[in-house]
Structure formats: structure tokens, C-alpha cells
């Protein structure tokens, strides 16, 4: 049952990744561009009601549809990991016009060479692994 | 009926989005894409390599899910849900666009000149390709987030980690479009 809410959840997130074009490269280069409001309207309306439902939640305490508490994990403070590892996605981001959730949206949407993306994204995951301790966080 | 054929417009996009982060809050997870990546390293065994993907991936199961019906998303959405899938961007961009080599601008999806079958013989461009991927997966993990884990979960969690990784993807999306894309295309 929870299986098949979190595959109904994703298929809205699909759908809603290549309907809102979030999932066109375009629609990002244009963002970096700052030609078009559209991605700042997606991000910046799904921030706005998100800021006002995470302090309601907090506020009055309310629970999940299974009446467990709503945890928060706040991030370890830092700044190199955010900035470097930021710099480092924004830059992949913008060529490859794709962050980790479209990727997959793409797949289904018939865009083969969007697997070189995936595996490449995969291997990138890894190095970052292997070198985890080398890094300043 | 018009919204599900036509492209979605910002203000229907982003409260379906705060909506997905809803419900997933209200099934006691947290929104964050790129975790994902990890989870498939371990999966392959990367574990053997290194303790970062030493962890019970069964615990990420649910997230696998998730990516799995984003990728069914995409097929429902872009087969019975699109009539004309072409991306109408700013005509500025699409002219600025077309000088740097990429006809396609405003004609598709997604540019042909990256992601048509043909680039599989193209060897630039397979490289733009694993490239892109590999910053993306790397940067994501050292940051400890995507878009959706930090720009959309953390910043609505008023989170300060979030905002520093958000602005860093910008640094890094300016860099390579005005500076890095100049010499590459």
C-alpha cells in the first residue's frame, strides 16, 4: 500500500517536471539567463507555500497520515560543502540542463542520451565517495 | 481541460511541486532527489569501496520508488498529455540560442543537438553529456542536496546550509553559461 503512494507521489512529480518544462533544458539556460520569470515563479511559488506549511506543521505540531511526528533533520553547519558542492552542481546543472529528478523524467519521456547523464551522475556520486575525506566540508 | 494538454504555466507548476513535498512530509519522508544516486552506488556495491555507501539501501526503497514513478511521469506526460511539446522561451534567448550553433531553440523539447540519438556519434557532445552528469552527481552529494533537497525541502525549512548550496548553484550556472559556454559551443 505505502509502496503504491510513493509511486503515485512520483508519477505526480514526473508529470509536473515535464508539463512545468522544469525538465527542458532550455527552460534552464533561459533561468541562468534571467530572460524568463518562469523558473523563479515555479521555485520561488513552491518555496512561498512551502516556508508557510513547514511553520504551520512546526507550529501546531501536526502529525503525518500515519499520527508520527513531522521531523526536521536541520543540516550540519558549514559553509565550504554548500558553496564548493553548490558551485560544482550549478555548474553540471547549467550544461547538462538537467538536475537529479527530471534526469529520470526524461528517461521516461524517451530522451535516450539522457542515460549518459544518469550513469555519469552515478560515477560522480562515487568519486565524490571516494574522496569524501579529502575534501574540505 | 486546456492545462492538461498545454504546458503548465509557473503558478500551476510550483504549488504542485509544494504539494509533492507536502505529501511526502505527511507520509513521514523527507522531498530530496539526488539521494537516489547514492542509493543506486550501493546498490552496484560501491560499498566495498568506500564507507559512504556502506548503509541499508532497503531503508531508501521508498525514494527508488518515487524515481521510478517520476520516470513514468514523464512517459504519461509527454505521450497523452502534450500536444505540441515544444518550449516557447524568451525570442531573445532563442536568437542568442541560435549563435551559439543550437538550431532547435524554441522548435523542441529539449535542445536536438545534445539529446537526439544522433549525438550517440557525436563525440563533443557525448562528452557536454557525461560531463554535465558527473559535475551534477558529484556537486549534489558534496553539497548534500539538489534542487529539490535543498532549494525546495531545506529553504522551506529555512535551513542557512540551503541557502549557501542554492547560491552556489547559481555561481556555477552563471560561470558556464557566460563564461565556459562561450568556448564550448
Redesign the interface.
Known amino acids: 500500500m505505502r509502496t503504491l503512494i510513493y509511486l503515485a507521489i512520483g508519477i505526480l512529480f514526473g508529470i509536473t517536471m515535464f508539463k512545468s518544462e522544469a525538465a527542458s533544458w532550455f527552460r534552464i539556460y533561459e533561468m541562468f539567463k534571467f530572460e524568463s520569470f518562469h523558473m523563479y515563479g515555479i521555485i520561488g511559488s513552491a518555496l512561498v507555500i512551502g516556508i508557510v506549511m513547514v511553520q504551520l506543521i512546526k507550529r501546531f505540531d501536526i502529525k503525518s497520515f500515519y499520527g508520527e511526528k513531522i521531523v526536521f533533520n536541520p543540516k550540519n553547519k558549514s559553509f565550504s560543502r554548500y558553496m564548493y558542492g553548490g558551485i560544482i552542481f550549478g555548474l553540471g546543472w547549467a550544461l547538462a540542463g538537467a538536475c537529479p529528478g527530471p534526469m529520470f523524467t526524461l528517461v521516461g519521456a524517451g530522451y535516450l542520451p539522457i542515460l549518459v547523464v544518469i550513469v555519469f551522475a552515478i560515477l560522480g556520486t562515487f568519486l565524490y565517495g571516494l574522496l569524501k575525506d579529502k575534501l574540505p566540508h | 481541460m486546456d492545462l492538461l494538454f498545454t504546458?503548465?504555466?509557473?503558478?500551476?507548476?510550483?504549488?504542485?511541486?509544494?504539494?509533492?513535498?507536502?505529501?511526502?512530509?505527511?507520509?513521514?519522508?523527507?522531498f530530496g532527489?539526488?539521494s537516489?544516486?547514492?542509493t543506486?552506488?550501493t546498490i552496484?556495491g560501491?560499498g566495498n569501496?568506500?564507507d559512504?555507501?556502506k548503509f541499508d539501501w532497503r531503508s531508501q526503497r521508498?525514494?527508488l520508488?518515487?524515481?521510478?514513478?517520476?520516470?513514468?511521469?514523464?512517459?504519461?506526460?509527454?505521450q497523452f498529455?502534450?500536444l505540441d511539446i515544444s518550449?516557447n522561451?524568451?525570442p531573445?534567448?532563442v536568437k542568442?540560442?541560435n549563435s551559439l550553433g543550437f538550431e532547435s531553440?524554441?522548435k523542441?523539447?529539449?535542445?536536438t543537438e545534445?539529446?537526439?540519438?544522433s549525438?550517440?556519434t557525436d563525440m563533443k557532445n557525448?562528452v557536454?553529456?557525461?560531463?554535465?552528469?558527473?559535475?551534477?552527481?558529484?556537486?549534489?552529494?558534496?553539497?548534500?542536496?539538489?534542487?529539490?533537497g535543498?532549494?525546495?525541502?531545506?529553504?522551506?525549512?529555512?535551513?542557512?546550509?540551503?541557502l549557501?548550496?542554492?547560491?552556489?548553484?547559481?555561481?556555477?550556472?552563471?560561470?558556464?553559461?557566460y563564461l565556459?559556454f562561450p568556448l564550448i559551443f
Open positions: 504546458p503548465w504555466p509557473w503558478y500551476v507548476g510550483g504549488p504542485v511541486i509544494a504539494l509533492i513535498m507536502f505529501l511526502l512530509l505527511m507520509v513521514g519522508k523527507n532527489m539526488s537516489n544516486l547514492r543506486l552506488c552496484c560501491a569501496k568506500a559512504f555507501f521508498w525514494n520508488v518515487v524515481v521510478t514513478g517520476a520516470i513514468i511521469g514523464g512517459f504519461l506526460a509527454s498529455l502534450s518550449v522561451i524568451n531573445e534567448t542568442d540560442l531553440a524554441g523542441a523539447y529539449l535542445p545534445l539529446f537526439d540519438n549525438v550517440f557525448l557536454v553529456l557525461a560531463i554535465g552528469g558527473l559535475l551534477v552527481g558529484f556537486g549534489a552529494r558534496y553539497a548534500g542536496g539538489c534542487t529539490s535543498h532549494a525546495i525541502s531545506g529553504l522551506s525549512d529555512l535551513q542557512v546550509p540551503s549557501i548550496a542554492v547560491i552556489g548553484f547559481f555561481i556555477g550556472g552563471l560561470v558556464m553559461i565556459v
